[in-house]
């Protein structure tokens, strides 16, 4: 099943601000009910969505079927609440949604979610009564279905009994293993089930609002969001604290918190010990604070929790990726920082090649720019152009034979930026081309006509390289300019923009902003980098897991789609297919990539699987043995490295992938980097002939 992009710029900005949220108390049931301003709101995005949004959505019959289910699906993800029976009693409002938009009637929204808080506090009575008698056989051979999210609703309420038993004999198991003692596990648990219904119950009309809404907006396109005045109110906290916080894009998957992404330059990245696709169960503050159990609680919650001012201390109980649903967790202790452009900026050195050549690698991180010291009249102020082309120089008075640009996990940044790097490896042309919601294109041109660097030239992109990065590297690959390798990229190649809805008012009166999808990027040649990304010219085996990341993984994305090409002069190349099969070789007998590939089949097998036993012995078992996996993997990659064999995977060295490659010192990241130096290396003794009969 496809991913549900979470909403509110993916809860970024609420993570970077320091603002603390007044206490939340319980909101009366009579209390959910629509306000004028709300009907009012309603009323405004639907017209601004149908007449502005890229898509141009219709509000329909269709569409209100598609509201219906994933308005569900916000409050109910893992269908563990709600009934069969609910469901069917709900099915009168499955055509008539689109009404409540365009009429501002937003009773049906507001008694299904009644009707939700009610359930969940039936649940959760039936959870804390069921933990009290803690009588669970253990021996019992029996699986629990952990993930329901496409799954068939419970027929009624015997059922959901029937699964709520199981689950909380999981939640016990997996406490279990972990080391906790029989009365902590107790008291952990009725915290937890505890505030799922006391974070259901202090949910105001707001809340209601904005999660209705967001239905109707995830039903056109994943980054189309509407903030609230007071989510609005945090996303300009943390703009004006200059991304004070840890730096990390959280979004909610079922009942867990998840990590999408590291901020470059953020006190999460430099850790090191935080990655795409880890879960955050537990946060605490201080050195010393008690841990707070996190799992069921809203995102908006978590990321209150996790925030707060400059150089404090935040503890985080982790559940990595690599460990799956039940696996063993870890605490990582982060200093809360402002993200400063110098952690963030690019930087190069120098790799030697197999064929013993001088490679110069520069990684760029982010595509930023100091738009504030621009402004103010810096004649020096930071810039990712300006930063690379410093590092270009450099590397050519060493006297490289060729330079890889390393955009791994470059999540995209200032699309000028994109433009202007670009410009420095061509002598002057087309960079992108931008084509807006009434279907008028603009293209971007390389504002230069100097090409600062026209040596041989090579591109490592992944999986989570997006926006602006896919952008450069599309331009590279269009103009025949680089060779582009590693692993198709993320696939974004929207743009949004925030729109004031109180501009729509009379009273200007703060109603909140929507973020808008309102035009899409297209490369020189044409083709769209949204939904597809780019596919390198040489693509390693480490891409299976790529296929379902990304834009390709998200409900309701915008699909590939292609344009004229912009004109444009493409350089000669040699042949890829030669290179390809070279790199083949040396990657089939590589134990780097060797153990990358096992490490990526593993985490595809876990992701894939919904279920597990709840029989103790199995699951003691099953731990057991991937664990000893995961260290004979571990082990085989340092022997490779030189290094020393682990007895264990303890807790400072359990994620076999750190973030920060100054502390990796088994090369894991280095693995892709240095076949790709091997294979502009090939590519430069490949030309040389040619160069040398030209002479």
Avoid: C
Avoid at 135 to 163: K, P
């Amino acid at each position: 099943m496809k991913k549900m992009q979470s909403t509110g710029l993916a809860l970024l900005l609420a993570l970077l601000g320091t603002a603390v949220s007044a206490k939340p108390t319980v909101v009366s049931v009579d209390a959910l009910r629509a306000d004028e301003k709300q009907r009012q709101t309603a009323l405004i995005i639907t017209q601004v969505m149908e007449k502005f949004h890229y898509r141009k959505p219709r509000v329909d019959d269709d569409m209100s079927s598609a509201v219906f289910d994933r308005y569900l699906e916000s409050l109910d993800a893992n269908r563990s609440f709600f009934s069969g029976r609910d469901i069917a009693a709900f099915e009168k409002y499955r055509l008539s949604l689109d009404d409540s938009l365009r009429t501002g009637r937003l009773g049906p929204a507001f008694e299904i979610f009644r009707h939700f808080r009610g359930r969940v506090e039936e649940r959760v009575a039936f959870a804390l009564q069921r933990l009290e008698t803690n009588s669970f056989d253990f021996d019992r051979d029996e699986d629990y279905r952990f993930d329901r999210s496409d799954a068939a609703w419970l027929a009624d309420q015997a059922a959901l009994d029937d699964l709520w038993r199981q689950r909380i004999k999981n939640d016990i198991l997996s406490l279990r293993l972990a080391g906790k003692a029989e009365d902590e596990i107790v008291e952990t648990l009725r915290k937890r089930y505890e505030s799922i219904a006391r974070r259901v119950a202090q949910m105001e009309p707001t809340d209601v609002f904005q999660a209705f809404i967001n239905a109707f907006t995830l039903s056109v396109e994943p980054h189309t969001s509407y903030m609230s005045p007071r989510l609005s109110e945090n996303f300009d906290i943390g703009m004006r604290l200059s991304l004070q916080g840890i730096g990390a894009v959280l979004r909610s998957d079922n009942e867990f918190t998840e990590i999408q992404s590291t901020v470059p330059g953020g006190p999460a990245a430099r850790s090191g010990e935080l990655k795409g696709g880890d879960r955050i169960v537990g946060v605490a503050q201080g050195d010393d604070g008690d841990m707070e159990d996190v799992i069921g609680w809203r995102l908006q919650d978590v990321v209150d929790l996790i925030r707060g001012p400059k150089d404090s201390v935040v503890r985080l109980n982790i559940l990595p990726k690599s460990q799956g649903v039940a696996g063993r967790t870890r605490e990582v202790v982060l200093v809360r920082d402002e993200i400063k452009l110098e952690d963030k900026a690019a930087k190069s050195e120098v790799i030697e090649t197999v064929q013993g050549m001088r490679i110069g690698v520069i990684e760029i991180p982010a595509f930023y720019r100091d738009f504030a010291g621009q402004a103010a009249g810096d004649d020096d102020f930071r810039s990712t152009t300006r930063d690379v082309r410093k590092l270009i120089d450099d590397l050519e008075t060493s006297r490289v034979d060729g330079i890889v640009i390393d955009l791994r996990r470059n999540g995209g940044g200032s699309l000028s930026e994109a433009t202007e790097l670009t410009g420095l490896f061509i002598e002057r042309g087309p960079v992108v081309q931008v084509r807006d919601a009434s279907g008028k294109v603009e293209v971007e041109r390389d504002p230069d006509p100097e090409q600062v660097y026209a040596g041989p030239l090579a591109v490592l992109v992944d999986r989570n390289s997006a926006s602006a990065s896919e952008i450069f590297a599309g331009a590279i690959q269009d103009y025949g300019r680089g060779l582009i390798v590693g692993e198709p990229t993320f696939g974004k190649g929207t743009v949004q923009t925030l729109v004031d809805l109180g501009r729509f008012l009379r009273s200007r009166e703060d109603i909140g902003r929507l973020r808008l999808t309102m035009a899409q990027f297209f490369r020189v040649e044409g083709g769209s980098t949204q939904h597809r990304g780019v596919t390198p010219d040489i693509v390693f085996p480490t891409s299976k897991g790529a296929e379902d990341h990304g834009e390709r993984s998200l409900e309701n994305a915008l699909p590939w789609a292609s344009i004229k090409p912009a004109r444009h002069t493409r350089h000669a190349r040699t042949a890829v297919s030669g290179l390809r099969e070279a790199s083949a070789r040396r990657v089939a007998s590589s134990p780097g990539f060797r153990f990358l590939v096992e490490e990526e089949e593993d985490l595809i097998a876990l992701e894939a699987r919904k279920s597990i036993s709840l029989r103790e012995s199995v699951r003691r078992t099953e731990w057991k043995e991937r664990e000893q996996a995961r260290l004979e993997r571990r082990n085989r990659l340092r022997e490779f490295r030189g290094l020393g064999r682990l007895d264990s995977l303890n807790d400072d060295d359990d994620d076999a992938h750190l973030a920060d490659a100054d502390e990796d010192e088994e090369g894991i990241q280095r693995i892709m980097l240095e076949e790709s130096a091997n294979i502009l290396a090939d590519l430069i003794t490949a030309e040389r002939p040619l160069t040398a009969q030209v002479n």
